[in-house]
């Protein structure tokens, strides 16, 4: 969310960044609720003078028995009360119209991040690794090969809880839990993140503060008790450091944990309707970090690296893309998307989305820091990215790695994980 101080003292930049966003021109609509606000502020201020001044004169006149004079001061001060009352109410009506306008209003990306409508506009940063050479023409999709298998049931999960979700079983539910077991590793070993066990519900300033509230809600699942489904560990993660002044000293905070995920997929009706790809629940494994405002763009190089060095160590080609500004996530400044090679789609997939956001969500939260001898505090960056995606990992493993009699080579880095196991068959 955006400091109102810094849009009065750069209108023009922060209309230029939003219509970079596609986004027509605020700061004038803005800045005229909040001109509006202060003076309301100022008039208050005024009011609470004079109502003091004449509480201090009612002393006086009593002391001097002059009954008319305090009798008078006191109807004075008894109707500032009133007018002091409709002001504050007032004031928290201003306060709330401009936080509603702000809270909506997406990051401004950075210099770097390419102008673009949609993901045509993205720019492709590298490629690792070529496609593999299968056997086959017609390598077969995920869905095919779980099915063929007998490992992954998409029929009786319909019947169980409807559309988008499925039942891993056996072998291929093993699969899974060793990815996620090998990027958890990666990542706490190689990479210096420390894992995290979250809360899987939080409540709605939790969302608030990490942008998925108020604008995203119909992309979310909620309890009847009014707790909402984390559509990912980034908001428990980054919640972590909500309300608080950290010493920069203990700075960069790196954390990682792998999650159930729900997502409602509004607006996704067409899209991926059969296999993996787009589900309501989904595990994912999320790095987060925390770091002052300077450190930020290396972390987010450095986050990405984590995130690639898991295709890597599996040997799956891959690229990386760099978003374009109509293509990017609501809080981020800028965003590397990671995009697999699956062989039965003939494409790359996004797998991965790495993102630095600034101060954004530190806003939301009131999460600052401070160096050693500083007066001051300011807020600090924070940055999330999946490492991996688990189930579009497993779904990349099996397109990548299948055999011509429908059996799949298990990745020599998860052979470990699968007890030895070097086959995947019916």
């Known amino acids: 969310m955006f400091d109102i101080k810094w849009i009065r003292d750069n209108p023009a930049a922060f209309d230029a960044g939003l219509a970079r966003r596609g986004l027509d021109p605020l700061s004038a609509q803005l800045l005229a609720l909040d001109e509006e606000r202060r003076a309301l502020v100022t008039k208050l201020q005024d009011a609470q003078g004079k109502r003091n001044a004449a509480s201090k004169e009612i002393g006086k006149a009593k002391a001097a028995k002059d009954d008319v004079t305090a009798a008078r001061l006191m109807e004075e001060v008894a109707a500032a009360k009133l007018i002091i009352a409709a002001g504050e109410e007032n004031e928290r009506r201003l306060d709330k119209a401009l936080t509603d306008q702000l ?47 007998g490992m992954m049931d998409f029929e009786t999960a319909g019947k169980v809880s409807g559309a988008r979700f499925v039942y891993l079983k056996g072998k291929l539910a093993r699969l899974e839990r060793a990815l996620a077991n090998f990027m958890l590793d990666l990542h706490t070993a190689e990479f210096g993140y420390t894992e995290i066990d979250p809360p899987l519900m939080v409540r709605d300033d939790a969302m608030f503060g990490t942008g998925q509230l108020p604008k995203f809600a119909e992309d979310l699942f909620q309890t009847t008790n009014g707790l909402w489904l984390i559509p990912t560990a980034e908001v428990s993660l980054t919640n972590l450091v909500r309300e608080q002044i950290i010493d920069e000293a203990d700075l960069p905070i790196r954390l990682t944990a792998w999650t159930p995920c729900f997502r409602s997929e509004a607006g996704a009706a067409g899209k991926d309707t059969r296999g993996m790809i787009r589900q309501h629940q989904f595990s994912k494994v999320e790095l987060v970090a925390v770091t002052t405002p300077d450190q930020s763009l290396a972390e987010h190089e450095r986050m990405t690296a984590a995130a690639e060095t898991v295709l890597q160590r599996l040997g799956l080609a891959y690229r990386t893309m760099l978003l374009c500004t109509g293509d990017m996530g609501f809080g981020s400044q800028k965003t590397y998307d990671i995009e697999v090679w699956l062989p039965g789609q003939n494409a790359y997939r996004e797998i991965s989305s790495c993102s630095v956001c600034g101060d954004f969500q530190a806003r939301r939260m009131n999460a600052r820091c401070k160096a050693k001898g500083a007066k001051e505090t300011r807020f600090v960056h924070t940055l999330n990215g999946s490492a991996l995606a688990v189930g579009r990992t497993l779904v990349a493993v099996l397109e990548n790695y299948q055999q011509t009699d429908g059996s799949i080579v298990v990745p020599e880095m998860l052979r470990p994980y699968m007890g030895g196991m070097e086959k995947i068959e019916a």
């Open 103 to 149: 809270s909506v209003i997406p990051n401004i990306p950075l210099a770097e991040v390419p102008d673009g409508a949609d993901e045509k506009g993205n720019r492709e940063v590298r490629r690792v690794g070529e496609p593999p050479r299968l056997a086959t023409n017609k390598p077969k999709q995920h869905f095919e090969i779980g099915e063929a298998l």
